[in-house]
T-cell receptor
Framework: DAGITQSPRHKVTETGTPVTLRCHQT?????MYWYRQDPGHGLRLIHY???????DKGEVSDGYSVSRSKTEDFLLTLESATSSQTSVYFC??????????????FGPGTRLLVL | GEDVEQSLFLSVREGDSSVINCTYT??????LYWYKQEPGAGLQLLTY?????DMKQDQRLTVLLNKKDKHLSLRIADTQTGDSAIYFC????????????FGTGTRLLVSP
């Protein structure tokens, strides 16, 4: 298994509060990604990073921000959580480049409930 | 934008073969993937196929790719109850960064 951990694994919070989710990797991979999983939608990309301090938006980035100050850590922040952000959040990593280095490996997920 | 579609549900008996289908719209695909998700868990990579291949076999798994029809399938031989899970196909698009577009997932139920 790829060395990816996510914390917390479960969180319940109230509408309007800030929330930060952490993804940590031990593989020294260049690319890191945040997805959300919702019924009927599969996984959708929120933000991704292609290096330290290099990030960009995915298809569902509104209401989310990210930071990557170290190769191994990628943080996802909900500045003011809303009920529509109740979801399961997955982090993924990939080495980048050609061939199977493009394959993405996923963390165990964080289940977030916004009341 | 790119769309990846899968049927929602498949039910088979233990020992039978399962075939999970996926269609995609992107013409710039490089790799196509199959992931498995067990309840409460993350996505586990099962296999992948490069877009210039027609078939890939890996033990009980056979992936078929029809690039002309943009159709991908995953066949699981001798399906076991432990194969019950949600299966996602995903398309890696050649967009300058590694954009992976997922289908909605097919829930496979294997009954004894």
């Amino acid at each position: 298994d790829a060395g990816i951990t996510q914390s917390p694994r479960h969180k319940v919070t109230e509408t309007g509060t800030p929330v930060t989710l952490r993804c940590h990797q031990t593989e020294n991979h260049r690319y890191m990604y945040w997805y959300r999983q919702d019924p009927g939608h599969g996984l959708r990309l929120i933000h991704y990073s292609y290096g330290v301090k290099d990030t960009d938006k995915g298809e569902v980035s509104d209401g989310y921000s990210v930071s990557r100050s170290k190769t191994e850590d990628f943080l996802l922040t909900l500045e003011s959580a809303t009920s529509s952000q109740t979801s399961v959040y997955f982090c993924a990593i990939s080495a980048g480049g050609q061939g199977n280095r493009e394959t993405q490996y996923f963390g165990p997920g964080t289940r977030l409930l916004v009341l | 934008g790119e769309d990846v579609e899968q049927s929602l549900f498949l039910s088979v008996r233990e020992g039978d073969s399962s075939v999970i289908n996926c269609t995609y719209t992107d013409s710039s695909s490089t790799y196509l993937y199959w992931y498995k998700q067990e309840p409460g868990a993350g996505l586990q990579l099962l296999t992948y196929i490069f877009s210039n291949m027609d078939m890939k076999q890996d033990q009980r798994l056979t992936v078929l790719l029809n690039k002309k029809d943009k159709h991908l399938s995953l066949r699981i031989a001798d399906t076991q109850t432990g194969d019950s899970a949600i299966y996602f196909c995903a398309d890696l698009m050649n967009t300058g960064f590694q954009k992976l577009v997922f289908g909605t997932g097919t829930r496979l139920l294997v009954s004894p």
